[in-house]
């Protein structure tokens, strides 16, 4: 089992920035892949960002066009979404998820098996 916990959502205004963190917890976290998935009212859970296990090669969505970028610390079992320029579209729950690596596309939701509880993240106009 991995526990995950996220931290830093919150309301900021358009054109602003946020910085998220999933606190990881159990099974040894640098034996997962890593990643972040945003769901908004009466839309789908969407994939985001995500980082392999080794912390080397990131995943992002086409759709971010270079706004957000994720990182993790192994040494301190967190994974972190640094979010800039934001706009309205992105107010969403923000969760963090681990998978175990090589458990098929990483960029598919249903292959991560451990989910965070989700962070608010709205933002104004």
């Known amino acids: 089992q991995v526990q995950l916990v996220e931290s830093g959502g919150g309301l900021v205004q358009a054109g602003g920035s946020l910085r998220l963190s999933c606190a990881a917890s159990?099974?040894?976290?640098?034996?997962?892949?890593m990643g972040w998935f945003r769901q908004a009212p009466g839309k789908e859970r969407e994939f985001v960002a995500a980082?392999?296990?080794?912390?080397?090669?990131?995943y992002y969505a086409d759709f971010l066009k270079g706004r957000f970028t994720i990182s993790r610390d192994n040494a301190k079992n967190t994974l972190n979404l640094q979010m800039n320029s934001l706009k309205p579209e992105d107010t969403a729950v923000y969760y963090c998820?681990?998978?175990?690596?090589?458990?098929?596309?990483?960029?598919?939701?249903?292959?991560?098996?451990?989910w965070g509880q989700g962070t608010q993240v709205t933002v104004s106009s």
């Open positions: 998820a681990a998978r175990v690596i090589y458990s098929g596309s990483i960029y598919t939701r249903d292959n991560y098996a451990y």
């Open positions: 159990g099974r040894t976290f640098s034996n997962h892949d």
């Open positions: 980082q392999r296990w080794s912390g080397g090669s990131t």
